[in-house]
């Protein structure tokens, strides 16, 4: 994911669990977008009911196999991605997995390309679980780097729920919730609202341009060179046409690159910019929370651009069980209806529901994903340096 505004961010999280204290109780439904199914106790000592009871797991969707089970306090070291999404796992399902299984979660914040190279250079001593984008996924599985979640359903019962379109290159992960990348307009600078990546490309006074460190770059440029040549954004397309087609129909009308998700949203918000091309939608659920005169693109001709954040463990890690075990929470039903409800994103769990607002704002839906497509991601990574010093050369 995106964010660079803080870098890779250290965060251990000490606290003092109850050995022997941790209730028998089974997995909740975790589940792919922000919904708002699902309860918020996130582990109170007060509350008297059971997880059971605050989440309405009535124990028939796989979420049981993993009752009583107790880490005595072990550390279980997990990368996040940025944002909303690092924020939606400390602020609910860490707590929960900690108090649930007797962990300690140390934490790290990196986007996804971060998330790898820490991988690559620790082999022997890697992150036990990222939370990556699938191009991450991608390229992680290629290298063998991954552990299959599908050959531990005894530990990741819920990866049994999730849609096949949403597991990943035979099992190495899983995504836990879906959406789109795609323009985000100003609404006050626009007299009509665009209907194709060409439109908003070529009639933006002013816009500012991701950075191609994000993946955004890359698709960016791909998203080009569908226009440009009339072929699919997941094929192999020629990028040369692409960088002659922004050369003249886009570049002339950046006015900056984005440097961060806040500052990007600031520039969008303020009128400083009427586009961000282009952006992740659940980054800007929460101006539309706030009635900001903002307008994500979804669904755009030519297709638009899958994104699906998910959970993977390495083959190496130090904490395997817990790694699986927090995987099998981050893909149940209750989590991806909490997430669905805080980031405005789609589920993935046949088991969840997507929340209502998410669907005002345009969340994707398991149906509506098959209108998007992801890139040809190995054909990213052969090129990426390449491709990279043309395209920061042209903006």
């Known amino acids: 994911m995106p964010d660079k505004d803080t870098g890779i961010e250290s965060h251990n999280r000490r606290k003092v669990l109850k050995v022997g204290g941790v209730s028998a109780i089974g997995l909740t439904g975790l589940a792919g977008c922000l919904t708002g199914g699902g309860g918020d106790d996130d582990g109170d000592d007060e509350e008297t009911t059971t997880e059971a009871d605050d989440d309405g797991d009535n124990g028939d969707m796989g979420t049981t196999a993993n009752d009583g089970m107790d880490f005595g306090g072990q550390e279980l070291n997990v990368m996040l991605n940025v944002g909303a999404i690092d924020t939606v796992h400390k602020e609910h399902l860490i707590p929960r997995v900690e108090e649930k299984y007797n962990l300690n979660i140390n934490t790290q914040t990196a986007v996804t390309t971060e998330q790898l190279t820490q991988v690559q250079a620790n082999p022997d ?16 599985s290629r290298e063998e780097w991954l552990e299959p979640l599908t050959d531990h359903t005894d530990l990741v019962p819920q990866v049994e729920n999730i849609y096949d379109k949403f597991v990943h290159y035979d099992g190495a992960g899983a995504s836990w919730e879906v959406g789109e990348v795609l323009p985000v307009i100003n609404t006050n600078l626009w007299d009509e609202t665009p209907s ?30 569908a226009i440009a040549t009339g072929e699919p954004f997941d094929s192999r397309l020629d990028v040369q046409a692409g960088f002659d087609w922004m050369e003249e129909n886009f570049a002339p009308n950046v006015s900056s690159e984005y440097g ?48 699906a954040e998910s959970v993977c463990v ?3 890690a130090n904490n395997m069980d817990a790694a699986l075990v927090y995987a099998n929470e981050c893909l149940s039903p209750w ?14 769990n046949e088991n969840a529901s997507v929340n209502e607002q998410a669907l005002e704002f345009g969340a994707t839906t398991s149906d509506e994903f098959d209108q998007l497509s992801f890139p040809d991601f190995q054909y990213i990574w052969e090129n990426r340096d390449d491709w990279s010093e043309r395209y920061n050369s042209l903006f």
């Open 125 to 140: 001593n890697p992150p036990d679980l990222l939370i990556p984008d699938v191009i991450g996924i991608e390229r992680a």
């Open 196 to 225: 194709t990546h060409a439109e908003v490309m070529q009639n933006s006074q002013s816009t500012a341009v991701v950075p191609f460190s994000w993946s955004g770059g890359p698709y960016l440029l791909l998203m080009a060179s």
């Open 260 to 307: 961060g998700v806040a500052s990007a949203k600031q520039q969008l918000a303020s009128g400083n910019v009427d586009s961000l091309n282009l952006f992740w939608d659940y980054m800007v659920f929460d101006m539309f929370q706030d009635d900001q005169p903002i307008d994500p693109l979804f669904r755009l001709d030519p297709a638009g651009v899958a994104f």
């Open 314 to 316: 390495t083959r190496n």
């Open 335 to 348: 989590f991806q209806e909490k997430a669905s409800e805080v980031m405005g994103s789609g589920v993935t």
